[in-house]
């Protein structure tokens, strides 16, 4: 049995403004009506597999929830308290698919690359499966066929069988400069690292405890008190920030094969598919369509004598004249305007905007929550707009803020408002005022989505000045 495993906790900051720490890449729809978390889940129709194990972060978990009941697809979500990287992502994986299945094969995906060839995608997994059957750990590698410095490398060894299409692995190699890069492509035989793997789930944990025992202790040790909490998994906070963070291929793939060489037990699958990372903004323009000048335009964009541009608008006209080359993204409260060829340096910019202590780098404007969202309109010293929208059905906490009042307008739909001693219910262009300290809480009664402009005024508006008294969400304990 093939159990899949999708790694969902990414940052996504190579695509700044559009992604953020709070909103990363693989949330997003990129060059197709799905995001990249629904595409990696719905590329597994046609393969017989198991419910799979979605790993996120604690902060993106309703988003995922979200975008799974979007699709119709079910699987249990397991949260990461914090970031540790995939060998230990993979341990929490291994050890649950351990206590709910019979040792299967675990199928590791990351949630935000593009596979354009599905079918490619599905024999090769299936190649893998025969393989890891007889206790190989089986790695996808994608034909290297430029001088890419955003990729691992893998490079092959002997060829297993004429009839197997795989090869032993030789040896691994971190994203290298553009010279070594060079190199690799020269000698031939090197593939890129697809960050896919397959193989047994107790294989890998034997692994970890000869090559990274504390990464094991540690996750074993986060899975002994996991609870359900709605649709959600958790383990122990504590005992998972204890452990250490590092890659599947330095953690375990990379001793194997520098301990048996030859004989490692790692084999490389080719992978075929039209597969990208989509790790930076010409990285989109390469799998996007384009028209008959080379650009990939999204949004409200007017071009003259313009080419081989992407130019992505989100809220407003954007008019591009004379240009060859750049990476145009407006955002609502951010713009980047880039050479294609310097995308890799957004992350620069991201740094910076975490040292500046900007809010830029962590979230948009727009703020997804598990009964709707918000959009922060706009903001002052002692006050701050929001247009929030609430899902039909969907309820916010029952809550209360120390520092801050807040006037509601609503604008579309029936609010059902309780505000403090009293419930009531408040229609299109109608309003009500809660007090600084106030008991209250927001619904929507209805059937089709309440629009509503919040207007807050006080002396500190953080989101962090909240106390919540009761959530159908499970906020209430968590303070979160």
Not at 261 to 273: I, N, Q, R, T
Request: charged share 25%.
């Amino acid at each position: 049995m093939i159990l899949p495993i999708i790694l969902a906790g990414g940052s996504g900051t190579r695509l700044w403004p559009l992604s953020r720490a709070m909103y990363p890449k693989q949330f997003l729809k990129i060059g197709s009506d799905n995001t990249l978390l629904q595409n990696t889940l719905l590329r597994l129709e046609n393969l017989e597999t198991a419910k799979p194990v979605v790993i996120c972060n604690e902060e993106h978990r309703f988003l995922v929830a979200e975008q799974l009941r979007t699709i119709g697809v079910q699987a249990d979500i397991l949260l990461e308290p914090a970031g540790r990287n995939t060998a230990p992502a993979v341990a929490l994986a291994a050890i649950y698919a351990l206590a709910e299945h019979n040792d299967p094969l675990l199928l590791i995906l990351p949630s935000d690359h593009s596979i354009q060839e599905v079918t490619a995608f599905e024999q090769a997994v299936r190649q893998g499966a025969k393989l890891a059957q007889d206790d190989k750990m089986i790695t996808f590698g994608v034909r290297a066929e430029t001088p890419e410095t955003g990729y691992g490398y893998i490079q092959r060894g002997a060829a297993l069988d004429r009839e197997s299409q795989s090869y032993t692995v030789t040896r691994f190699v971190e994203k290298p400069d553009k010279n070594t890069a060079r190199e690799l492509l020269d000698r031939g035989g090197y593939y890129w690292n697809s960050g896919m793997f397959l193989f047994r789930a107790s294989q890998y944990l034997s692994a970890l405890e000869k090559y990274a025992p504390e990464i094991l202790s540690a996750c074993q040790k986060a899975m002994q008190s996991t609870r359900r909490d709605l649709d959600f998994i958790r383990v122990d906070n504590a005992q998972f920030a204890a452990c250490p963070s590092n890659s599947i291929d330095y953690a375990v793939i990379e001793p194997l094969c520098h301990s048996k060489k030859a004989d490692s037990g790692v084999l490389v699958v080719p992978l075929d598919a039209d597969w990208s990372d989509i790790g930076s903004w010409s990285a989109i323009w390469d799998v996007c369509g384009k028209d008959e000048a080379g650009n990939r335009l999204s949004g409200d964009v007017m071009t003259q004598n313009t080419q081989d541009c992407l130019i992505y608008a989100e809220h407003k006209l954007v008019s591009v004249l004379g240009v060859k080359g750049l990476v145009v993204i407006d955002t609502k409260d951010a713009l980047l305007v880039a050479d294609k060829d310097c995308v890799q340096d957004v992350k620069k910019v991201v740094d910076r905007l975490k040292q500046e202590n900007r809010s830029e780098w962590k979230t948009r404007r727009e703020v997804f929550r598990p009964w709707g969202k918000y959009d922060s309109i706009d903001t002052g010293t002692r006050y701050q707009v929001k247009h929030i929208t609430v899902n039909p059905g969907a309820k916010l906490s029952v809550q209360m803020h120390h520092h801050r009042a807040e006037h509601w307008v609503v604008v579309s739909g029936t609010a059902k408002v309780t505000n403090g001693d009293n419930t009531f219910l408040v229609s299109e262009n109608e309003s009500t005022y809660i007090p600084i300290g106030q008991v209250h809480a927001l619904e929507n009664p209805g059937q089709l989505p309440l629009e509503l402009i919040e207007v807050q005024t006080g002396s500190y508006l953080g989101e962090d000045d909240i106390v919540r008294f009761d959530d159908r969400y499970g906020r209430a304990e968590l303070k979160n």
